[in-house]
């Protein structure tokens, strides 16, 4: 006699188990994959960071090894190729010419889209203003006590940063991301212009952290508690 076989299904039950232990596994594993793919964001832009920083020592050899100016006037009509701001050039556009990449000066991480104050920042106290009046000090390498303990470029809210900005954000887009990290909710007013910048600003760029360029040449995430605990990184 031919056996006939009985072809049974799923129960109710063993659905709703196998749906559990799938959302269980999706809980503990989502988080995991966001961190591994923040950490590979954070190495591009580290790496983003270290050709800036080798493109500013290559600028500081061509011109009497002075660091570049953060930001001049007088430039002349045409926007230079990162700021693209008519009359003015920043530092990034006075390095761009030893890395001839855009995409250098954009963090994976960062705002989407091209804006003026840019994903990198320069330090103000080093590579000052000179448009101001008087100008602000342009600093020669020699003049650094310790260049390998002094911030150059970072990962930044604007294209021109110093320590003030740290504890006090300003404007739209004048902070340095994750020195807020830590502090009370009640004690942070930030006048950013946007939800990305204040969240940029209160928990870091990558990881609860940036990317920093030093004047040495050398470059390194640091925490956002960190930076914002050792301001005297900022001066020369």
């Known amino acids: 006699m031919q056996t006939m076989k009985k072809h049974r299904g799923f129960t109710l039950i ?9 959302a269980i596994l999706a809980a503990i594993l989502f988080p995991v994959f966001a ?23 290559m600028y500081v050899q061509d011109y009497d090894e ?22 003015y050039r920043d530092a990034r556009d006075l390095v761009y010419p030893y890395v001839k990449n855009e995409q250098v000066f954009c963090c994976p991480s960062g705002e989407v889209g091209r804006t003026t104050s840019g994903n990198y920042g320069f330090n103000r106290r080093i590579c000052g203003y000179t448009s101001t009046s008087p100008p602000e ?8 006590l310790a260049p390998a303990d002094k911030y ?10 110093h320590e003030r900005y740290v504890t006090y954000p300003s404007g739209s887009f004048w902070y340095v991301p994750g020195t807020a990290l830590g502090r009370s909710p009640s004690s942070l007013s930030p006048p950013l212009s946007t939800t990305w910048r204040v969240k940029d600003w209160q928990y870091g760029r990558h990881n609860q952290g940036i990317n920093i360029g030093f004047c040495d040449g050398h470059a390194k995430w640091l925490s956002g ?12």
């Open 14 to 22: 063993e659905l709703l188990v196998v749906i559990a232990i799938i």
């Open 35 to 57: 961190r591994a793919r923040e950490k590979a964001r954070q190495a591009s832009c580290l790496s983003n960071i270290k050709q800036i920083t080798n493109a500013a020592m």
């Open 66 to 87: 002075t660091l570049p100016p953060g930001l001049y006037g007088g430039a002349g009509p045409n926007a230079g190729p990162i700021l693209q701001l008519a009359g």
């Open 137 to 144: 000090p342009v600093t020669r390498l020699a003049d650094l």
């Open 152 to 161: 150059l470029c970072f990962d930044s809210g604007a294209y021109l940063i």
């Open 225 to 236: 508690p960190t930076v914002a605990g050792d301001l005297s990184a900022f001066l020369p």
